[in-house]
Structure formats: structure tokens, C-alpha cells
């Protein structure tokens, strides 16, 4: 691999310096803006900065496709190539084009991501908030005027947005609401246990003052503190879900508020069975303190649940976290290459 990439990095410095050499009206002037736009459309970050490089007018000009080579770069999906943009000492200029059909730069935001793109996201939900990540990242470079700017079709960035995106739309509220209703149905069963088992305490009470009966044992303690957590958080998770299931499902509500309450849900659910299984350990120690075998067995039963949850259910959890509140994939780089 390293082999090459070396290779194609002496290929595309030997092009570079070729492309120098052209009149601006050599015929293969035009295969270099072809080159320039597939650059741009396929993430070929290095192609197309040793293309801009070499010649920085073409990232000006788009005769060939009616369409900037970074409005290609937005409507493919291409961060790399789009963080760019940043880093251009014309960038306002170049976010005031419009392309073929009258579409502006926000236009492209509003198409449909390509279908090997969205397939890099999982889920529905997931994938309808990166689209709206990229609208409203386009949206910051724009003129203000040009979101209400209409195309051949009559259409406005987010009229074109709305159209496009609808069926993604209607499977992400799918997703959503699937998953609420599996995890809602799985907190209301922990939280029914925990509140029944907080008056059933093993040992049982004193029959003459009502307190149970190894209520100065430690092990009491942590048996009542996480079955008291275990009901809490089950509980909190069940209004998540509930929230999720009457959500109003508008577009912009996939940016932060549905994955926000999907992530506390997921949280406090796990925490609810991790402190269940604790409980669950506490009583056993608390009855069969002297049968540690046993209890060892059953300890490992028990961290089951737990672990298969945390196996399905964390690296969702974490990939929803990073996208909606890591960092950014449009950061720019910090040194200017134009």
C-alpha cells in the first residue's frame, strides 16, 4: 500500500508539473477539468489538490458540467474535499455560483445523499441526521438570499430538501419507534421487578419493629441503593422512549432532540440492568454467604444480560453519541493550500 502510494504521488507531482505547461486552450485542458470534477466527486483529495494546485483557475471555472467542482463535492457527499472549501481565499465567491438548473451550492445540500454514502451510516435515524448536518453546514457558507433562492423547478434549498429526503424521513421514524417500543417494553419489566422487590426484602422484617432484618449489613445496603438506582433509571428510560414515541418526527428534530433522548434512554436502561444484576448478587450473597461456589456460578448467569446488552446496544450508543456530539467532519484543516 505504501508502494502505492508512492507511486501515485510521483504520477500526480509529474502531472502537476505537465499541467504547467499547457496553453489555456489546449484541448487537454479539457480532460483536466474532467479529472478535477471526478476528484471532487469521488473524495480524491490529493488528485484534486495537486490539480488545483498546478493550475488554482479550474477550481473557478465549470464550463464542462454546468457545476463547481466543490458543488460535486457536496452533492457526492465528500467532506474532505468540501473541508477545503475552507481553506480557499475565495470561498464566499465560489458558495455564490449556481450550476446547472439554476441550483446554488445549498441546492446540492438538498439532494439525496449517494446511495454508497449513506450505506457507511448505520441506520435510518443516523443517516437523515447527517443529511441535515450537511444542509445546515452549507447553509453557514451561503448568501442568506440564496436560501430562498428557487431552481428551474421552482423549488427553494429546503423546499428541494423536503421532496428528496421524505422516504428517509419516513424510515428514520420507523427506526425510531421500533426501537423505542423494544427498549420501553424492556425498562417497564425492570422497573415492575425493582419496585416489587424493594418490599421483599431478603430475610425478610422484624416481626416486632418492621425493619428488616439485615439492615446493618453492608451488603443490605448496596442491595437497597442499587435496587433503588435500578428503578430510577429504568424508570427515566421509559419516559425517553415515551418521548421518542410522541415525538412530532420533524425534520430538524433528527439533528439533536431524537438522538439526544435515544442516547439518555440507552444510558439509563443499561444502568437499570447493571444495577439489577448488582442487586440481584447482593441478595444472593446476603442468603448463601457460605455457599461461595454457587454463588460464583450464579454471579456469572447473572453478568449475562448485562454483557449481551452492552455487545447490541454500546456500539450504537457511541456511534450516536460521536454524531451528535463529536467533532465535526467539517472542521477545517489550520494551513491555507491556496
Not at 94 to 100: C, K, M, W
Not at 234 to 258: C, H, N, P, W
Request: net charge positive; aromatic share 10%; charged share 15%.
Amino acid at each position: 500500500m505504501k508502494l502505492c502510494h508512492h507511486y501515485c504521488s510521483t504520477i500526480i507531482d509529474h502531472f502537476s508539473r505537465m499541467l504547467n505547461t499547457l496553453d489555456k486552450e489546449h484541448p487537454k485542458k479539457e480532460q483536466v477539468k474532467d479529472a478535477l470534477h471526478t476528484a471532487a466527486a469521488r473524495g480524491l483529495v490529493e488528485i484534486f489538490v495537486g490539480i488545483a494546485k498546478a493550475n488554482p483557475e479550474l477550481i473557478h471555472r465549470c464550463e464542462m458540467y454546468k457545476t463547481h467542482a466543490f458543488m460535486a463535492a457536496v452533492q457526492s457527499r465528500q467532506s474532505q474535499v468540501y473541508r477545503l472549501l475552507h481553506e480557499v481565499s475565495t470561498k464566499q465567491v465560489i458558495a455564490t455560483r449556481v450550476g446547472s438548473s439554476k441550483n446554488t451550492m445549498l441546492h446540492m445540500a438538498g439532494l439525496l445523499a449517494p446511495s454508497d454514502q449513506l450505506s457507511k451510516i448505520p441506520g435510518p435515524a443516523l443517516q437523515m441526521q447527517r443529511e441535515l448536518q450537511w444542509f445546515k453546514e452549507v447553509e453557514t457558507i451561503t448568501l442568506p438570499r440564496h436560501k430562498w433562492y428557487k431552481n428551474t423547478q421552482g423549488l427553494t434549498p429546503r423546499e428541494l430538501f423536503t421532496q428528496k429526503h421524505e422516504p428517509l424521513l419516513n424510515a428514520g421514524e420507523k427506526w425510531m419507534k421500533d426501537t423505542a417500543s423494544s427498549c420501553s417494553l424492556v425498562g417497564s419489566l425492570v422497573a415492575t421487578i425493582m419496585f416489587a422487590v424493594a418490599f421483599s426484602v431478603p430475610g425478610g422484617n422484624n416481626q416486632d419493629t418492621g425493619y428488616p432484618i439485615f439492615l446493618s449489613k453492608k451488603l443490605f445496603k448496596i442491595f437497597i441503593i442499587s435496587d433503588a438506582i435500578s428503578l430510577f433509571s429504568s424508570t427515566a428510560s421509559v419516559l425517553m422512549f415515551l418521548g421518542i414515541l410522541t415525538s412530532r418526527y420533524a425534520e430538524d428534530d433528527f439533528l439533536k432532540s431524537l438522538p439526544t433522548k435515544l442516547i439518555i434512554g440507552l444510558f439509563t436502561l443499561f444502568l437499570s440492568l447493571a444495577t439489577m444484576t448488582i442487586a440481584f448478587c447482593a441478595a444472593l450473597l446476603i442468603m448463601l454467604h457460605k455457599e461461595t461456589g454457587f454463588v460464583i456460578t450464579l454471579f456469572f448467569l447473572a453478568s449475562l444480560p448485562v454483557t449481551l446488552f452492552g455487545w447490541m446496544q454500546f456500539p450504537p450508543l457511541i456511534q450516536i453519541l460521536k454524531s451528535t456530539y463529536g467533532p465535526s467532519i467539517f472542521s477545517p484543516k489550520v494551513q491555507r493550500w491556496l
